[in-house]
């Protein structure tokens, strides 16, 4: 059975710290990895990863993606309490619309 | 350019009942996805509808169905509603039959709650 899973499932940190949050997978006909964040309702997009060992980068955060381990860490430098939220991380099988979504790991950025 | 839309934002139901659930697909996009999303849990896909047939149903019994109109809304309706449905309910839609290589859009979810 597909599934993708998240750790840590939770996370305190102070702003400014680094933190890396990991996603795993076991999926067939593995098609493209995204990283959602979620602070209310609606998950806003982060990243798409495709391609092994080639990193993503927007700002903050970065995310890789290691297609022979079949995992993907999202990093996040110099952390802001903006940053607090849910963490999702989703797995594209072939091509019947379903994503199969991880459990999320909720993220707390202390003052 | 207007995203997704979903209404109502907030529903309360009692066991039993049914309920039907709205979503406007992002301009010019044709795909919508529905997905479950239990308290704590991540987004569970429900079903995909590609130009107003089915294409693609996750581990939901057939209580759960869907509509897609001409102009790309789409309708989630659940019957028979159990105290498990209460969950949040995200819509999400993308340009692309095969959406594998492209992003989703998502809806700001309604709420829905079984007594």
């Known amino acids: 059975e597909d599934k993708v899973v998240q750790s840590p499932l939770s996370l305190v940190v102070h702003e400014g710290d680094t933190v890396t949050l990991n996603c795993s997978y076991e999926?067939?006909?593995?098609?493209?990895l995204l990283w959602y964040k979620q602070e209310k309702k609606a998950p806003t997009f982060l990243f798409m990863l495709?391609?092994?060992?080639i990193e993503k980068k927007s700002g903050r955060l970065s995310s890789i993606l290691d297609k022979k381990e079949l995992f993907s860490i999202l990093n996040i430098t110099a952390t802001q309490t903006g940053d607090s939220a849910v963490y999702l991380c989703?797995?594209?099988?072939?091509?019947?619309?379903?994503?199969?979504f991880g459990q999320g790991t909720t993220l707390q950025v202390k003052p | 350019e207007t995203g997704v839309t979903q209404s109502p934002t907030h529903l309360i139901k009692t066991r039993g009942q049914q309920v039907t659930l709205r979503c406007s697909s992002q301009?010019?996009?044709?795909?919508v996805s529905w997905y479950q999303q239990a308290l704590g849990q991540g987004p569970q896909f429900i079903f995909q509808?590609?130009?107003?047939?089915?294409?693609g149903r996750g581990n939901f019994p057939p209580r759960f169905s869907g509509l897609q109109f001409p102009n790309y809304s789409s309708e989630l309706n659940v019957n028979a509603l159990e105290l498990d449905d209460s969950a949040l309910y995200l819509c999400?839609?993308?340009?692309?039959?095969?959406?594998?290589?492209?992003?989703?859009?998502f809806g700001p979810g309604t709420r829905l709650t079984v007594l």
């Open positions: 999400a839609s993308s340009g692309a039959r095969d959406s594998s290589y492209n992003e989703q859009f």
């Open positions: 301009s010019g996009h044709n795909t």
């Open positions: 989703a797995v594209w099988a072939s091509n019947t619309g379903k994503l199969i």
């Open positions: 999926v067939t006909n593995f098609r493209s």
């Open positions: 495709t391609s092994s060992g």
């Open positions: 509808y590609y130009r107003e047939e089915e294409n």
